[in-house]
Protein backbone atom coordinates (compact mmCIF):
# COMPACT_ATOMS: atom_id res chain seq x y z
CA UNK A 1 0.00 0.00 0.00
CA UNK A 2 1.29 3.41 -0.89
CA UNK A 3 0.95 6.04 1.78
CA UNK A 4 2.87 8.77 3.63
CA UNK A 5 2.31 9.39 7.48
CA UNK A 6 0.11 13.27 7.71
CA UNK A 7 2.81 13.92 11.08
CA UNK A 8 6.30 14.06 10.98
CA UNK A 9 9.01 11.94 12.91
CA UNK A 10 12.36 11.75 12.27
CA UNK A 11 13.21 9.47 9.25
CA UNK A 12 16.54 8.69 6.68
CA UNK A 13 17.19 10.47 3.67
CA UNK A 14 18.52 8.25 0.78
CA UNK A 15 21.05 9.74 -1.47
CA UNK A 16 22.40 8.36 -4.59
CA UNK A 17 25.03 9.95 -6.19
CA UNK A 18 27.87 8.31 -8.43
CA UNK A 19 30.15 11.71 -7.49
CA UNK A 20 31.80 10.50 -4.25
CA UNK A 21 32.97 14.12 -3.46
CA UNK A 22 29.84 15.00 -3.75
CA UNK A 23 28.10 12.45 -1.26
CA UNK A 24 30.86 13.54 1.31
CA UNK A 25 29.95 17.33 0.86
CA UNK A 26 26.14 15.47 1.80
CA UNK A 27 26.86 14.24 4.53
CA UNK A 28 29.60 16.55 5.92
CA UNK A 29 26.39 19.47 5.33
CA UNK A 30 23.43 17.86 6.36
CA UNK A 31 24.25 14.83 8.69
CA UNK A 32 24.32 16.40 11.70
CA UNK A 33 20.49 17.15 11.34
CA UNK A 34 19.08 14.77 9.58
CA UNK A 35 19.51 10.62 9.48
CA UNK A 36 21.47 10.32 5.65
CA UNK A 37 22.13 6.94 4.06
CA UNK A 38 24.34 6.79 0.47
CA UNK A 39 24.88 4.88 -2.22
CA UNK A 40 27.85 5.90 -4.95
CA UNK A 41 25.97 3.13 -7.31
CA UNK A 42 22.29 2.67 -8.42
CA UNK A 43 22.33 -1.05 -8.18
CA UNK A 44 23.84 -0.75 -4.55
CA UNK A 45 20.56 1.00 -3.54
CA UNK A 46 18.01 -1.41 -5.85
CA UNK A 47 19.95 -4.36 -4.15
CA UNK A 48 19.45 -2.33 -0.44
CA UNK A 49 15.28 -1.66 -1.56
CA UNK A 50 14.85 -5.21 -2.81
CA UNK A 51 14.55 -6.62 0.81
CA UNK A 52 13.37 -3.49 2.18
CA UNK A 53 10.35 -3.32 4.36
CA UNK A 54 9.34 0.15 5.70
CA UNK A 55 9.85 -0.71 9.59
CA UNK A 56 6.43 1.07 10.21
CA UNK A 57 4.39 -0.43 7.94
CA UNK A 58 2.79 -2.75 9.76
CA UNK A 59 0.74 -0.12 11.99
CA UNK A 60 -2.64 0.57 11.63
CA UNK A 61 -2.03 4.15 11.53
CA UNK A 62 -0.28 4.41 8.23
CA UNK A 63 -2.31 2.85 6.08
CA UNK A 64 -6.04 3.27 4.51
CA UNK A 65 -9.06 1.77 4.92
CA UNK A 66 -9.60 -0.77 2.12
CA UNK A 67 -11.92 -2.37 3.12
CA UNK A 68 -14.80 0.80 4.18
CA UNK A 69 -17.26 1.36 1.23
CA UNK A 70 -16.46 5.00 0.94
CA UNK A 71 -12.97 3.81 -0.17
CA UNK A 72 -13.30 4.36 -3.81
CA UNK A 73 -14.17 7.77 -3.47
CA UNK A 74 -12.54 10.51 -5.41
CA UNK A 75 -13.07 12.97 -2.62
CA UNK A 76 -12.78 10.32 0.63
CA UNK A 77 -10.18 8.37 1.96
CA UNK A 78 -11.25 6.24 5.50
CA UNK A 79 -7.92 6.36 7.89
CA UNK A 80 -7.51 3.90 10.32
CA UNK A 81 -6.47 6.79 12.96
CA UNK A 82 -5.23 5.52 16.28
CA UNK A 83 -3.91 8.33 18.73
CA UNK A 84 -2.63 5.78 21.35
CA UNK A 85 -0.43 4.18 18.71
CA UNK A 86 0.57 7.55 17.07
CA UNK A 87 1.67 8.66 20.95
CA UNK A 88 3.83 5.75 21.11
CA UNK A 89 5.59 6.14 18.25
CA UNK A 90 8.32 8.30 19.63
CA UNK A 91 9.72 5.27 21.88
CA UNK A 92 10.07 3.28 18.44
CA UNK A 93 13.71 3.81 17.61
CA UNK A 94 13.00 1.54 14.02
CA UNK A 95 11.29 4.77 13.29
CA UNK A 96 14.56 6.72 12.12
CA UNK A 97 15.38 3.65 9.89
CA UNK A 98 12.12 4.70 8.00
CA UNK A 99 13.23 5.72 4.60
CA UNK A 100 11.06 8.90 4.00
CA UNK A 101 13.21 11.14 0.96
CA UNK A 102 15.01 9.61 -1.90
CA UNK A 103 17.09 11.98 -4.02
CA UNK A 104 19.05 10.66 -6.74
CA UNK A 105 21.37 12.01 -9.39
CA UNK A 106 19.83 12.12 -13.00
CA UNK A 107 23.20 10.96 -14.67
CA UNK A 108 25.04 8.04 -13.60
CA UNK A 109 26.93 5.43 -15.39
CA UNK A 110 24.55 2.31 -15.01
CA UNK A 111 21.28 3.56 -14.42
CA UNK A 112 20.23 7.08 -14.67
CA UNK A 113 18.08 8.45 -11.95
CA UNK A 114 14.43 8.32 -13.32
CA UNK A 115 14.80 4.79 -14.29
CA UNK A 116 16.00 4.01 -10.63
CA UNK A 117 13.00 5.96 -9.35
CA UNK A 118 11.06 4.12 -11.74
CA UNK A 119 12.04 1.02 -10.37
CA UNK A 120 11.60 2.23 -6.75
CA UNK A 121 7.74 3.60 -7.06
CA UNK A 122 5.92 0.91 -5.36
CA UNK A 123 7.70 2.51 -1.98
CA UNK A 124 6.15 5.21 -0.30
CA UNK A 125 8.61 7.98 -0.05
CA UNK A 126 9.04 10.97 -1.82
CA UNK A 127 11.51 11.23 -4.88
CA UNK A 128 14.16 13.79 -5.80
CA UNK A 129 15.56 14.19 -9.11
CA UNK A 130 18.58 15.99 -9.36
CA UNK A 131 20.87 16.56 -11.97
CA UNK A 132 24.37 18.93 -12.25
CA UNK A 133 24.35 18.61 -16.40
CA UNK A 134 23.23 21.22 -18.22
CA UNK A 135 22.70 21.88 -21.99
CA UNK A 136 23.92 24.85 -24.03
CA UNK A 137 22.19 25.81 -26.89
Not at 45 to 60: I, R
Request: hydrophobic residues 35%; contains cysteine.
Amino acid sequence: MRTLPVFYYPSTITWVDDDKLFLNAVLETFQSDYFIQTFRHPQACLDFFLSYEPPLSQHSFLRGRIESEDYDCVDHLPVDFNVTTLQELHQQPERLHEVSVLIVDYSMPEINGIELCRQLSRLPMKKILLTGEADHY
